[in-house]
């Protein structure tokens, strides 16, 4: 952690967005895999029933939903300790 | 500290407020509905008293919140705590169309339209990690000044401002046209009186208050929307399942609607179109049933002929596949692959997170930080919507399969025959034509008679249509079947359409029928339906505020405070701001009274077009430094022409197809080349000069400066003035 602190105020933003980027990519496989990949198999998913929903169903109607929620959340959570860990605190207004 | 203080003060007051309001509608709901069942209070006095009660509290928010400053007036002041900007950005989403018309759609399409509830939401995290971030950091009222000012120069903006006046413009059209018909449904005032008074409700609000009072408004119409979405729902789930979660025990109506599609040999036989006219064949759950067809097309340039008298020739009806044709003639098609689901579920997810009144709802939070979070926020209000509308759609599926499919048209349940009368419902069965005046035939009928497919032969000159006790006869003429029963002969008359029996295929279902007939089937008292009313009206009206919005700020803002005149006094922009409020409000009036089924097909597009012009642009913009005016002006011409190319021939004749996608989804192509494009001008030109690309940097950090902001926004037209 000390690194960050002998930084620049531009390397640490570099660094910062270095990080971003990676988190972003990850959550967005996570987005693509839950949005693109079932509907792909959607015929062969529906032979499985969960309390009476097929499961090819299940996932465009409601599993998709969820996991969108969460990863904004987490997205959020983790962004504010990256803002910590660069000390690139939003501004109280 | 004191300003932490202030601020938790100020969100706890504002908690309050909206907690008292909750319990205030369901209260008054509760008196309403004893008024009705115990001193029969008449229907007319209970949608009258909601209609005003909501409308006067929106008036009231909008005076309460008036404002002459012009950070509130285009930004609600930048102090919009996350949750309550989730709401408002939720009720400024979710339009008539989420609120009455999808759950019919889900109803009419099965697992196809799940396109819809997944593009709708998925594109928020899109928005969460891509745009809202920057957007807040930039800071400044609209989104042309976000490309104006990250590609520099007059050309960039105004490109940018033209297409958000013509995106926002149709939406609003189609959101006006939504209160018509929510007001004359339910209220009995003629249309071009819902228009009016609906328009007056959304000017009272916007006009005084601007952006500030159309976000506290809009998490009052969110509250509304999403009560009166859940209530009658929850009561037809435990009328049918014993269970008062909707979202989870419809895999009990999922599971007898395959049952009953199997014993009514829906899944096999037969065919059907929804609302728009597209085929739907085979069963609710399995995938990919979706034909091609242009008969909206068809049908949108007719009523254009016949309401303007003008005389464009429509194109040929088609269809992919052609069911008309015998099975051996069917050209092969592309049901069964997965190619347009995917595809329009990307454009629709991709166009959400391009569209210009849901990027300024991110300007309105106070600080980076509180933006990522609104965004979840504005995802799970708009989710609890998303993730119950399937529910409504496969308990009415359920219902209709089990009690009205099937049965003798004279014993159909009660709803089923007032939504008939009222034309939401078409019953094709030809025995319901017995006793019609010849000349009076309905809308199904009519045409066929036309047609030749259908023959009248008025035997005793009565000018009747008379049935009674008329037997089924066929005689084959030139190789096809023709019919006879009763005066009616032709094509059209075969067995099973004269044998009293509701058919799955004589049935059609107006897709708002879904939603507003629920209270009715689950039986419930009519202030319910009030309430569903005064949600749909919610719905209308805060979308047509936020898009107002949009549209007065590119005019007032944009085009002429940074293009024309940069020496304009605040009070000018304000002034001005205000009058193009109601001059677009007027021209989305004028627009909604032909009803054109064009509108509705626009605003479809809108995301198409979204996705390819403004989406590739603005995410470059961000991450990409290199990426410049020529480059993004290259992408947004290419992208949308490209997309509009698609979308066109498509739509005139769907024999035109890439693996059967459909126009709806044209921005699947315009976007890659909206990126290529704007990748190969930025390569081929100058870099963006060193200011602009100190300003990309600024985006990526979270640390707010609103004045540096400004100012480098604002530089180029004040260095300009002087």
């Not at chain 2, 018909?181 to 819902?194: A, H, L």
Request: hydrophobic residues 50%; aromatic residues 12%; neutral net charge.
């Amino acid at each position: 952690m000390s690194d960050i602190a002998n930084m620049s105020r531009q390397e640490r933003i570099n660094a910062y967005w270095k990080e971003n980027n990676r988190l972003i990519a990850i959550l967005l496989t996570i987005w693509f895999s839950v949005a693109y990949i079932p509907p792909l198999f959607v015929n062969q998913l529906n032979q499985i029933t969960i309390a009476g929903f097929p499961l090819g169903y299940y996932f465009g109607s409601q599993i998709s939903l969820i996991v969108f929620v969460v990863l904004i959340f987490y997205y959020a959570y983790a962004m504010n300790k990256l803002d910590a860990k660069y000390h690139l605190k939003d501004r109280d207004k | 500290m004191a300003v932490n203080e202030a601020i938790k003060l100020r969100n706890n007051r504002l908690a309050q407020y909206y907690g008292m309001f909750t319990v205030g509608l369901i209260i008054f709901s509760l008196i309403m509905g004893a008024l009705e069942l115990g001193a029969g209070m008449p229907k007319a006095w209970i949608g009258w008293t909601f209609l005003m009660l909501t409308m006067g509290l929106y008036a009231f928010i909008g005076i309460m919140s008036r404002t002459k400053i012009l950070d509130e007036y285009y930004v609600a002041g930048r102090n919009v705590p996350a949750v309550f900007n989730g709401m408002a950005t939720g009720a400024d989403w979710m339009s008539a169309a989420s609120f009455i018309s999808m759950a019919g759609t889900l109803y009419a399409l099965g697992y196809d339209g799940l396109a819809y509830i997944m593009g709708w939401t998925g594109g928020y995290v899109l928005l969460a990690l891509l745009f809202a971030p920057y957007i807040r950091k930039f800071g400044q009222y609209t989104i042309p000044d976000f490309v104006g000012t990250r590609y520099g120069g007059r050309w960039p903006r105004l490109v940018a401002a033209i297409c958000a006046i013509i995106v926002s413009l149709t939406y609003v059209t189609a959101q006006v046209v939504g209160v018509g018909i929510i007001m004359s449904r339910f209220i009995g005032v003629p249309y071009e009186w819902g228009v009016v008074i609906g328009l007056s409700g959304v000017l009272v609000c916007s006009f005084l208050g601007g952006m500030k009072a159309v976000t506290w408004t809009q998490v009052a119409q969110y509250i509304i929307l999403i009560i009166a979405y859940m209530i009658p729902v929850t009561f037809l789930s435990l009328k049918l399942t014993g269970f008062p979660i909707p979202q989870l025990s419809y895999g009990q109506a999922l599971q007898n609607i395959t049952r009953l599609e199997s014993e009514l040999k829906i899944a096999t036989e037969s065919t059907a179109r929804d609302g728009t006219g597209r085929i739907i064949q085979g069963g609710y759950v399995p995938a990919y049933n979706e034909g091609l067809s242009n008969a909206a097309a068809v049908s949108a340039i007719n009523q254009i002929n016949t309401y303007f008298g003008v005389n464009i020739t429509p194109p040929k009806a088609q269809s992919i596949p052609d069911t008309s044709k015998p099975a051996e003639e069917i050209q092969p098609d592309w049901r069964g692959t997965p190619w347009n689901f995917l595809a329009l579920t990307f454009c629709l997810m991709v166009g959400t997170a391009g569209l210009p009144h849901i990027l300024i709802r991110f300007y309105t939070v106070p600080s980076v930080r509180e933006s990522r979070l609104s965004v979840g926020w504005a995802l799970f209000f708009i989710f609890l919507l998303y993730f119950t509308a399937p529910a409504y759609a496969a308990f009415a599926r359920w219902e209709i399969l089990q009690n009205v499919v099937g049965k003798e048209i004279s014993s159909l349940p009660e709803w089923t025959q007032n939504w008939s009368r009222l034309g939401l419902i078409t019953q094709r069965d030809y025995t319901t034509l017995d006793g019609r005046d010849i000349d009076k035939l309905p809308a199904w009928a009519a045409p066929q008679v036309k047609s030749g497919a259908l023959v009248i032969n008025d035997a005793n000159g009565n000018g009747k249509i008379d049935l009674a006790g008329a037997t089924f006869s066929e005689t084959e003429v030139d190789g096809k079947k023709v019919g006879t029963f009763g005066e009616l002969s032709g094509t059209v008359i075969t067995k099973t359409s004269v044998d009293g029996i509701l058919q799955f295929s004589e049935l059609n279902i107006d897709p708002d029928t879904i939603v507003l007939a629920t209270p009715e089937i689950a039986g419930l008292p009519y202030t319910v339906a009030a309430l569903i009313a005064a949600g749909g009206m919610a719905a209308a009206l805060s979308t047509a505020d936020g898009l107002l919005v949009v549209i007065s700020s590119a005019i007032a803002h944009d085009f002429y405070y940074r293009i024309i005149n940069p020496k304009a006094s605040m009070n000018t922009r304000i002034w001005l701001g205000k009058t193009m409020l109601v001059v677009a409000a007027v021209i989305a009036a004028l627009l909604a009274l032909p009803r054109l089924a064009l509108i509705a097909q626009m605003v479809a597009w809108a995301f198409s077009m979204a996705a390819s012009s403004f989406f590739p642009v603005i995410l470059l913009g961000i991450f990409w430094k290199r990426c410049n005016g020529p480059g993004a002006i290259a992408g947004m011409i290419g992208g949308l022409s490209v997309t509009l190319f698609y979308m066109y021939s498509n739509y005139v004749d769907p024999s035109f197809n890439v693996l059967g996608i459909t126009h709806l989804a044209a921005g699947i192509f315009g976007m890659p080349v909206n990126f290529l494009l704007c990748y190969i001008v930025s390569k081929l030109t100058a870099a963006p000069s060193q200011e602009i690309q100190d300003l990309v940097d600024h985006l990526r950090s979270p640390e707010l400066d609103d004045e540096l902001m400004t100012s480098i926004a604002g530089g180029k037209q004040a260095a300009g003035a002087h």
